[in-house]
């Protein structure tokens, strides 16, 4: 299978613990990015990287989130502390951009990581 | 980030034409409009782009009215693997803004 894989799938954790996620994009796909997801609602952007650089952050990454990318190949994405309200769908997805073609590159996403914090 | 409205739920038929409106009226020049669909339990995929013309792939066609203020997306013959929730999405940057999308379910 060459899409892209996320894990783990499901992650049950309690308040307090920090937790870790990893994502393995397609291969070659220079950009990734990390979307949240709660019940019922579309995903919410987190953040995205070009190669192993991080250009984007939205506000909802709060100090307590991290993500690495740290050889533009797989990356990971911590929660740290974790809080109830941090029970969602982590989704992770991958593209490669031609640089001609502006904004029309496909983002492939994942199955995601169900994250629930008791 | 432009704003995109599109009806909650809508249902139809199995192996009958589909069309999802999608209203945004504040459409920039330079958005183009997306279309994702997410089915139970997996992520999002890609459906169809378009910037000012009717677009056509095997998926589905995508009509874009002639002002930029709307448009839909026609899935052809509806199937049962069809039933998801689509979203309609502006995109001005790199990040893809889902707004909640359109629950479409197929009768049999």
């Known amino acids: 299978d060459t899409g892209v894989s996320q894990n783990p799938r499901h992650k049950i954790t309690k308040r307090g613990q920090n937790v870790t996620f990893r994502c393995d994009p397609i291969?070659?796909?220079?950009?990734l990015y990390w979307y949240r997801q709660t019940l019922g609602q579309g995903p919410e952007f987190l953040t995205y990287f070009q190669n192993e650089a991080q250009l984007e952050k939205s506000r909802l990454l709060s100090d307590r989130f991290s993500a690495e990318r740290p050889k533009g190949s797989f990356s990971t994405l911590e929660i740290q502390r974790t809080e109830q309200g941090d029970s969602a769908m982590y989704l992770c997805?991958?593209?490669?951009?031609?640089?001609?073609?502006?904004?029309?590159?496909?983002?492939?996403f994942g199955p995601g990581t169900r994250l629930t914090v008791l | 980030d432009a704003k995109t409205t599109q009806p909650n739920s809508m249902e139809s038929n199995e192996e009958e034409p589909v069309h999802l409106p999608c209203n945004h009226s504040?459409?920039?020049?330079?958005?183009?409009i997306h279309w994702y669909r997410q089915l139970p339990s997996q992520g999002p995929e890609y459906v169809i782009h378009g910037l000012t013309s009717n677009v056509n792939n095997r998926m589905a066609s995508l009509a874009i009215a002639e002002d930029r203020k709307s448009s839909t997306l026609i899935l052809h013959r509806a199937t049962l693997r069809d039933a998801a929730v689509y979203y309609c999405i502006l995109r001005g940057a790199q990040k893809l803004v889902f707004g909640q999308g359109t629950r479409l379910t197929i009768n049999p």
């Open positions: 291969s070659e796909h220079n950009r």
């Open positions: 504040t459409i920039s020049g330079t958005d183009y």
């Open positions: 997805a991958s593209s490669l951009p031609h640089r001609l073609a502006g904004l029309t590159d496909t983002q492939y």
